[in-house]
């Protein structure tokens, strides 16, 4: 059914109103042809909310952080695969202290320097070892 048989068939007839007054016809209706009909401003707006609009400011952000995520996985990555064999292990002898394993395995480095690195590389909390404890000597 077109509109503009649908807007005959509703539209009352005339002298079917209360007599004397001539029906009104309304004013905000009008036949559109296919070529003249676009979507109204709210349906136009409707359509564009269920896109996705980024400004400048908001691609930059994306692509910032997803740049740091993947610099931080690729670090992470690094840090994990290391070079393989490169710290030794020593088994500690008795009488002997980590300040003198460290100043044995690690005699390119300060002594406090060498003695952390140990502690670091076995998460030891104080410098007390015990015989027969495997100590882990990070790479020189």
Do not use: K
Not at 26 to 44: F, K, Q
Not at 76 to 105: D, F, H, K, N, Y
């Amino acid at each position: 059914m077109s509109t503009a048989i649908a807007h005959d068939i509703l539209s009352p007839l005339p002298g079917s109103g209360p007599a004397g007054v001539a029906p009104r016809r309304p004013t905000h209706l009008r036949l559109v042809g296919e070529d003249d009909r676009r979507p109204s401003r709210a349906a136009r707006r409707r359509l564009r909310a269920g896109r996705l609009h980024l400004t400048r400011r908001g691609r930059l952000a994306v692509t910032a952080t997803t740049g740091l995520v993947l610099a931080a996985v690729i670090w992470s990555m690094v840090g994990l695969l290391g070079p393989a064999g490169a710290s030794t292990s020593v088994t500690v002898e008795r009488g002997e202290t980590l300040s003198q394993i460290a100043s044995e395995q690690l005699p390119e480095l300060p002594l406090s320097r060498a003695v952390t690195a140990i502690q670091r590389a076995n998460s030891l909390s104080t410098t007390s070892i015990a015989a027969g404890q495997e100590l882990v000597i990070p790479s020189r």
